[in-house]
């Protein structure tokens, strides 16, 4: 017996695996290929994604004394079978024969992909009233027959946040840049942060999209950042981490100039004196290299900071610009808040520098000395003028003697050049003075010359050598 001498019956029995409905129909239209065998394949996805007049011809085999194999015809007449791009069906149904004496079961099963191709398996078998014919298992392929229309795009979004780690004041202040791409060209993507949904924008032309995200609220802890789409969403998480303390004064409470121990005066050594703004040096006593002090200074408390001790048991501390002149104490504590102890400085002002003689005070010395030198000059032309009459009056009286005439002569000579002399001195000093009293500025006070007195000194000694040899002429 042949498949094609089987009629189909009215009654017509079907089961199907229907897929998920999230995913999409797969392209409708005819599809054509062929079975294993090399026999055609044809059937329908229609336009609500049903897979419908499935034909093709198969084999089934008779096992008795002598095996006998049948062809079986699919004649196309399955029952509407829901398929979705991408994902496998399979389905049964069962047709008799009008004699009820005979049935056939039909099983097909595969996937039918977005882009329009197709493939799977099918089997039939028979129930014949002597022995059943059993059913050979084939595979086919098909596509749709003509162009397959563009599968509808996937979007897999992703997302990334910078920095991934911050502190709250950093999230406060810079805050953090949520990033996503492989959205939808244009699509609008909402931020939402640890579930509360802080703003939406719209992906660029490459779907790309970004937030920048600050808050003083959030706290720390693991924050999840999730940008969603109608095409999906996707998730990144980012850490928060408390602020470290501020720094801490040691100790914690500023101390009183009442804490300062009398017993522990001098247990440091500072400077004895210092200028605002100077730093210090400060020996600690006891304290170990590393070990972190904090230093005051009083009588207002006033701290100089944590500082370390180094490993030469010193530490160094800078006296605040505005601190006022006198006498204040700088104090130790050690890291546990015990007193280490304190030693007196003296804060002095700033050194500018001695007040020098202004430029009018030097001035008036140089004018003083130029002064006397005038008055040295004048002194030194009248005795050049006295040595000039001593030298005429002794050539007078000693004529004829030779000597004498000549002692007279120069006597004469002599006078005239130191009253020369002292004229030149006048002037030159003179006119030092002038100098020194227009430049006084750049001049310290000073005396008047020496070489004025020593002149008219040796000037007074020749007039009375040459009077002294004249009268002894005239007695001789």
Same mark, same amino acid.
């Given at each position: !017996?042949?498949?094609?001498?089987?009629?189909?019956?009215?009654?017509?029995?079907?089961?199907?695996?229907?897929?998920?409905?999230?995913?999409?129909?797969?392209?409708?239209?005819?599809?054509?290929?062929?079975?294993?065998?090399?026999?055609? %394949?044809?059937?329908?996805?229609?336009?609500? @994604?049903?897979?419908?007049?499935? &034909?093709?011809?198969?084999?089934?085999?008779?096992?008795? !004394?002598?095996? &006998?194999?049948? =062809?079986?015809?699919?004649? @196309?007449?399955?029952?509407?079978?829901?398929?979705?791009?991408?994902?496998?069906?399979?389905?049964?149904?069962? =047709?008799?024969?009008?004699?009820?004496?005979?049935?056939?079961?039909?099983?097909?099963?595969?996937?039918?992909?977005?882009?329009?191709?197709?493939?799977?398996?099918?089997?039939?078998? !028979?129930?014949?009233? %002597?022995?059943?014919?059993?059913?050979?298992?084939?595979?086919?392929?098909?596509?749709?027959?003509?162009?397959?229309?563009?599968? *509808?795009?996937?979007?897999?979004?992703?997302?990334?946040?910078?920095?991934?780690?911050?502190?709250?004041?950093?999230?406060?202040?810079?805050?953090?840049?949520?990033?996503?791409?492989?959205?939808?060209?244009?699509?609008?993507?909402?931020?939402?942060?640890?579930?509360?949904?802080?703003?939406?924008?719209?992906?660029?032309?490459?779907?790309?999209?970004?937030?920048?995200?600050?808050?003083?609220?959030?706290?720390?802890?693991?924050?999840?950042?999730?940008?969603?789409?109608?095409?999906?969403?996707? &998730?990144?998480?980012?850490?928060?981490?408390?602020?470290?303390?501020?720094?801490?004064?040691?100790?914690?409470?500023?101390? &009183?100039?009442?804490?300062?121990?009398?017993?522990?005066?001098?247990?440091?050594?500072?400077?004895?004196?210092?200028?605002?703004?100077?730093?210090?040096?400060?020996?600690?006593?006891?304290?170990?290299?590393?070990?972190?002090?904090?230093?005051?200074?009083?009588?207002?408390?006033?701290?100089?900071?944590?500082?370390?001790?180094?490993?030469?048991?010193?530490?160094?501390?800078?006296?605040?610009?505005?601190?006022?002149?006198?006498?204040?104490?700088?104090?130790?504590?050690?890291?546990?808040?015990?007193? /280490? @102890?304190? *030693?007196? /400085?003296?804060?002095?002002?700033?050194?500018?520098?001695?007040?020098?003689?202004?430029?009018?005070?030097?001035?008036?010395?140089?004018?003083?000395?130029?002064?006397?030198?005038?008055?040295?000059?004048?002194?030194?032309?009248?005795?050049?003028?006295?040595?000039?009459?001593?030298?005429?009056?002794?050539?007078?009286?000693?004529?004829?003697?030779?000597?004498?005439?000549?002692?007279?002569?120069?006597?004469?000579?002599?006078?005239?050049?130191?009253?020369?002399?002292?004229?030149?001195?006048?002037?030159? #000093?003179?006119?030092?003075?002038?100098?020194?009293?227009?430049?006084?500025?750049?001049?310290?006070?000073?005396?008047?010359?020496? #070489?004025?007195?020593?002149?008219?000194?040796?000037?007074?000694?020749?007039?009375?050598?040459?009077?002294?040899? @004249?009268?002894?002429?005239?007695?001789?």
């Amino acid at each position: !017996m042949t498949g094609a001498g089987l009629a189909m019956g009215a009654a017509l029995a079907a089961s199907a695996l229907t897929p998920a409905a999230a995913a999409s129909s797969p392209p409708a239209g005819p599809y054509a290929g062929e079975t294993s065998a090399g026999d055609a %394949v044809e059937f329908v996805i229609d336009e609500r @994604g049903a897979l419908t007049e499935f &034909s093709t011809v198969s084999t089934c085999t008779v096992y008795s !004394m002598i095996p &006998s194999t049948l =062809v079986v015809i699919w004649p @196309g007449a399955n029952p509407p079978i829901d398929v979705r791009a991408g994902e496998p069906f399979a389905a049964e149904w069962v =047709v008799e024969t009008d004699t009820a004496s005979a049935s056939s079961e039909y099983e097909l099963s595969g996937v039918v992909n977005a882009d329009g191709t197709a493939s799977g398996t099918g089997v039939v078998s !028979m129930d014949l009233p %002597v022995l059943p014919c059993v059913g050979s298992e084939f595979e086919w392929t098909a596509s749709l027959d003509g162009e397959a229309p563009d599968p *509808d795009p996937v979007y897999e979004p992703t997302a990334t946040v910078s920095p991934a780690e911050l502190t709250e004041s950093e999230l406060a202040d810079s805050g953090v840049t949520i990033s996503g791409e492989g959205f939808a060209p244009d699509s609008e993507v909402s931020l939402s942060v640890s579930g509360d949904e802080v703003g939406s924008q719209s992906a660029d032309a490459d779907g790309a999209v970004s937030f920048a995200f600050a808050s003083d609220a959030l706290g720390a802890g693991e924050h999840e950042a999730v940008l969603t789409a109608e095409e999906g969403e996707a &998730s990144v998480v980012f850490s928060v981490t408390e602020d470290a303390p501020a720094p801490g004064t040691i100790p914690g409470e500023p101390p &009183s100039e009442d804490d300062l121990d009398p017993a522990l005066d001098g247990a440091i050594a500072v400077p004895a004196s210092a200028e605002p703004g100077d730093e210090i040096s400060i020996a600690v006593t006891g304290a170990e290299p590393l070990d972190e002090v904090g230093v005051w200074l009083f009588s207002d408390p006033v701290s100089l900071g944590t500082q370390t001790v180094g490993a030469d048991g010193r530490t160094t501390a800078t006296i605040p610009a505005d601190t006022e002149p006198g006498e204040h104490e700088v104090a130790v504590w050690a890291s546990d808040e015990t007193l /280490i @102890g304190w *030693d007196r /400085i003296e804060i002095v002002a700033a050194d500018d520098g001695e007040e020098g003689e202004g430029p009018g005070e030097a001035a008036d010395d140089a004018g003083e000395s130029g002064e006397a030198a005038d008055d040295a000059g004048e002194a030194a032309d009248d005795a050049g003028e006295g040595s000039d009459e001593t030298g005429e009056d002794s050539g007078e009286g000693t004529e004829g003697a030779g000597d004498a005439a000549e002692s007279g002569e120069s006597s004469d000579a002599g006078g005239e050049e130191q009253g020369e002399a002292g004229d030149g001195s006048q002037e030159d #000093a003179g006119g030092s003075g002038h100098d020194a009293r227009e430049d006084g500025a750049d001049l310290a006070p000073t005396g008047g010359s020496p #070489a004025a007195p020593l002149g008219f000194a040796a000037l007074l000694m020749l007039g009375g050598a040459a009077a002294w040899l @004249g009268a002894r002429r005239r007695t001789a």
